[in-house]
């Protein structure tokens, strides 16, 4: 990147007067652009485009390297905003500014409500507020990690700054020293239902103090003052906050000061009033022509991750070890980080949220020290940072407990998918297998809620083996993914002659089930915890002469058509999983079933109300999902049929 940052000591009067100018049209932009679209947030996007201007000038940004890697990154926090954005950057030459006024929030546009990163310049998609600084520590820690000449400012709101991940990042950011990280924070001090001190009064300067930054404050339509505050801030080696005071819906008299333009338009005649008051020529005839005809010009922005990575050689557990697939997780992460720890392109970096010792992060802490990101108990910033670090090029994995690592971060995860992180999400302690812990820990719904992201991909593996190989995979391939597993030790799967069914002849293919057992009577779907119960009832049931295939489904929501038509034609087929039945691999077979409209007894053994404390054996058994209870139930629908 060879733009020089803030090159200037002061600005000079013409640079001033230049600035001015620029900020005076692109308020006009924000103007036209959600009057033409009757939609859209003018009144933030007023009060923050002198921050927008100065940043996007002198930042070492350039549209012609928007995706070079020492460039300096610029995270909108406050993605509602766009207006704002969209008109400076376009303006910047970043694209065409007619097609980004002329087709804002219209469908099909890349110039949505909320920014997105298809856009050319713009670093991380929001719209989900209290997430923007934990975006900008990813950017942050990997360039740091790079060892990039490369700062990241994260523009934000002052409303947002109540939201507890915010507090989190700023903690965060004091204990890794990302001392190129600049916070400016555009302080109107109006939210949607009023001023913020009546809304949740919050104690920004303090807050921030408090957790190690630096904190300067000055007047954000002050050009000059706000160039010279950012500039001085380059030289201090710790997070920098900078509050800037600003006028919500500044520049137009009967805007100002007012909580309405939050997210309120102008009609047609208050357009044309403001738009005086700026001094300019209204412009609606010409986007409104534009608009209709639907002449533009959307560039195209690549967003794949490339990387390479080593997956190793597979580890093979014998048959009768004693082992979890969360201590196999360990070895194989273990592994990767051995063999790929000349890898300074694609480094592998773990974050944790104090549970190392429990999902088996604390051996690949040990010898990869400085890959080992801990983030103590804050999840929510943990999941949007790991997925930020991964934009840039690093092999991210997120290790925590199911109802954390899912339940609690599900917002997190969705925007990840949004802005096409590659983040490995590998979650422990599922299901009732988490036994005496109680309901409270025991989650049993990852399925439910990840089968909704559209980006990401769900894998159980079922013993040791099969995680060994299933996370040298998701490694080496790009994408989110979600490894799933429980917290008791697990067999290991074996053939019917003993030998271990996922050995060295056996290669992970995503969406490939698993046929561990053959049978014609009866075609049982599981997934993780329960495959080995589902062996032992086929094994079981076979010396009854009754005979049940066994297919393991380690990816629930997509599942191969060999597979399917194998169990399908028993035509007596059950689901058989440590899940809630009305969202997980039950229904994954029961669309199936349905879209073919086939003629076939199915049966879905799953949770349907919360578990209790027990053993993970009890707990089965409370649930009607032991062995004893499926064998019985075969029994008895074989004897029907």
Request: hydrophobic share 35%; proline share 3%.
């Amino acid at each position: 990147m060879n733009k020089k940052r803030f090159p200037y000591d002061t600005l000079t009067e013409q640079e001033i007067k230049n600035l001015q100018e620029f900020s005076r049209l692109c308020r006009r932009d924000v103007l036209t652009m959600t009057t033409l679209a009757k939609s859209g947030h003018p009144g933030g996007s007023m009060s923050a485009m002198d921050i927008y201007n100065v940043i996007f000038h002198y930042a070492a940004v350039s549209p012609d390297a928007v995706d070079d890697p020492e460039r300096d990154k610029i995270i909108i926090s406050f993605g509602h905003t766009s207006p704002g954005v969209y008109s400076v950057l376009g303006r910047l030459g970043f694209f065409d500014i007619d097609s980004a006024i002329a087709s804002f929030r219209q469908a099909g546009s890349i110039f949505e409500g909320h920014i997105v990163r298809k856009v050319p310049g713009i670093e991380w998609g929001t719209g989900n507020l209290g997430q923007g600084l934990s975006a900008g520590c990813g950017y942050a820690l990997f360039d740091k990690k790079m060892n990039r000449d490369s700062f990241t400012f994260v523009l934000m709101s002052d409303g947002e700054q109540t939201k507890g991940q915010i507090g989190e990042a700023r903690r965060f950011a004091a204990k890794y020293d990302l001392n190129r990280l600049r916070v400016i924070i555009d302080y109107n001090k109006i939210q949607i239902s009023g001023c913020i001190f009546d809304i949740m009064p919050m104690n920004i300067k303090e807050n921030y103090l408090a957790d190690g930054w630096d904190v300067f404050e000055v007047d954000g339509h002050d050009i000059s003052a706000l160039y010279s505050v950012v500039k001085k801030s380059l030289d201090i080696k710790k997070p920098v906050c900078i509050i800037a005071n600003t006028v919500i819906g500044k520049g137009v008299s009967f805007m100002e000061n007012k909580c309405a333009y939050h997210g309120k338009t102008l009609g047609e005649e208050e357009y044309l009033k403001a738009v005086e008051e700026l001094g300019l020529q209204g412009e609606l005839e010409k986007y409104r022509e534009i608009r209709r005809k639907r002449n533009y010009s959307f560039p195209k922005r690549n967003l794949d991750i490339t990387f390479s990575i080593n997956e190793g050689l597979p580890r093979t557990y014998e048959p009768g070890t004693k082992i979890d697939n969360r201590t196999a997780f360990g070895n194989s992460l273990l592994d990767l980080g051995n063999v790929n720890k000349e890898n300074k392109k694609n480094p592998i970096i773990v974050f944790d949220c104090d549970l190392a010792s429990s999902v088996k992060t604390d051996q690949f802490a040990k010898h990869f020290p400085e890959n080992f990101i801990q983030c103590g108990v804050q999840e929510h910033h943990t999941a949007t940072v790991s997925g930020a670090a991964s934009v840039g090029g690093a092999v991210c994995f997120f290790a925590d407990f199911g109802v954390f690592g899912v339940d609690e971060t599900f917002n997190q995860h969705r925007l990840n998918d949004q802005n096409y992180t590659n983040l490995k999400v590998i979650c422990t302690h599922l299901g009732l297998d988490v036994g005496e812990d109680g309901k409270t820990h025991q989650c049993i719904d990852y399925i439910g809620l990840f089968r909704n992201i559209f980006g990401m991909r769900l894998i159980v593996p079922a013993d040791a083996n099969q995680t060994d190989r299933v996370i040298r995979y998701v490694a080496s391939h790009s994408g989110n993914y979600f490894v799933g597993m429980g917290r008791s030790n697990t067999p290991v799967i074996v053939k019917k002659d003993g030998s271990p069914f996922f050995s060295d002849g056996y290669k992970f293919e995503y969406g490939k089930a698993d046929i561990l057992r053959y049978g014609e009577d009866v075609a049982i779907y599981t997934m993780g915890a329960l495959v080995p119960r589902a062996i032992t009832i086929s094994d079981d049931l076979e010396k009854e002469g009754i005979g049940v295939a066994v297919i393991n489904c380690a990816c629930p929501v997509v599942i191969d058509e060999e597979s399917i038509n194998y169990g399908l034609k028993t035509r007596f087929v059950i689901s058989y999983e440590d899940h809630v039945a009305d969202s997980g691999l039950g229904m994954t077979i029961a669309s199936i079933i349905a879209e073919r409209q086939e003629k076939i007894k199915f049966y879905r053994f799953g949770i349907h109300r919360y578990g209790s404390s027990g053993t993970p054996d009890e707990l089965y058994a409370e649930h009607n999902l032991d062995p004893e209870s499926i064998k019985r139930f075969i029994r008895e629908s074989i004897g029907r049929l």
